[in-house]
Antibody
């Protein structure tokens, strides 16, 4: 069973940088067709896609966060990470990492999140 | 950006009743890129359906998905106690990927 585990500080001060790492177990982060994603959920709200990264280092970011966001991957540690700069209270959320399985077939292909981490609450407060 | 609109926001039903959840995309998407997730309080979302109508491993047969283009539906044929949760639709057809705002299925 593939497992993902988020780690990082639970409290970040306003204007500082939020840094999170996702450690992947029982699967190789270098597997083709798997994109490694970050999704967040503000308190009492819905899900927001933050961005994803491929093992090659290729990234896609949500335009709403792109100016402040950097993602990276460490294949030797089977981990991927995100950094969000200049945080405000609006960045307080549960942050999830997830595996985005992308496939190609005769119908053209598709994609979906098949495994998720348990989530980690990050609070932005002084 | 493709906006995913789910309705209703809340569905109040009794055990054994049929639940019909709607998801509408602001532009046409391939059904291969439409998935549904179930989220219970304090838990991470769980994949329920992918390709709009394919049940994920472990998803009971009482769940079914349908739709194409802009209109998609998740149906629970007979609600069981463990089905009371929030359900999200999600598209990965066009960047940025987006989720619907969720439909909460609660016990009446």
């Amino acid at each position: 069973q593939v497992q993902l585990q988020e780690s990082g500080p639970g409290l970040v001060k306003p204007s500082q940088t939020l840094s999170l790492t996702c450690t992947v177990s029982s699967a190789s982060i270098s597997s083709r067709g798997h994109f490694w994603s970050w999704i967040r959920q503000r308190p009492g709200k819905g899900l927001e896609w933050i961005g994803n990264i491929y093992y090659t280092g290729s990234t896609s970011y949500n335009p709403s966060l792109k100016r402040r966001l950097t993602m990276s991957v460490d294949t030797s540690k089977n981990q991927f990470s995100m950094k969000l700069t200049s945080v405000t209270a609006a960045d307080t959320a549960v942050y999830y990492c997830a595996r985005d399985l992308s496939y190609s077939d005769s119908t053209g292909g598709g994609s979906y999140y098949d495994f998720w981490g348990q989530g980690t609450l990050v609070t932005v407060s002084s | 950006e493709i906006v995913m609109t789910q309705s209703p926001a809340t569905l109040s039903l009794s055990l054994g009743e049929r639940a019909t959840l709607s998801c509408r995309a602001s532009q046409s998407i391939s059904s291969n890129y439409l998935s549904w997730y179930q989220q219970k309080p304090g838990q991470a979302p769980r994949l329920l359906m992918f390709d709009a109508s394919t049940r994920a491993t472990g998803t009971p047969a009482r769940f079914s998905g349908s739709g194409s283009g802009t209109d998609f539906t998740l149906t629970i044929s007979s609600l069981q106690p463990e089905d009371f949760a929030v359900y999200y639709c999600h598209q990965e057809y066009n960047l940025p990927w987006t989720f619907g705002q969720g439909t909460k299925v609660e016990i009446k």
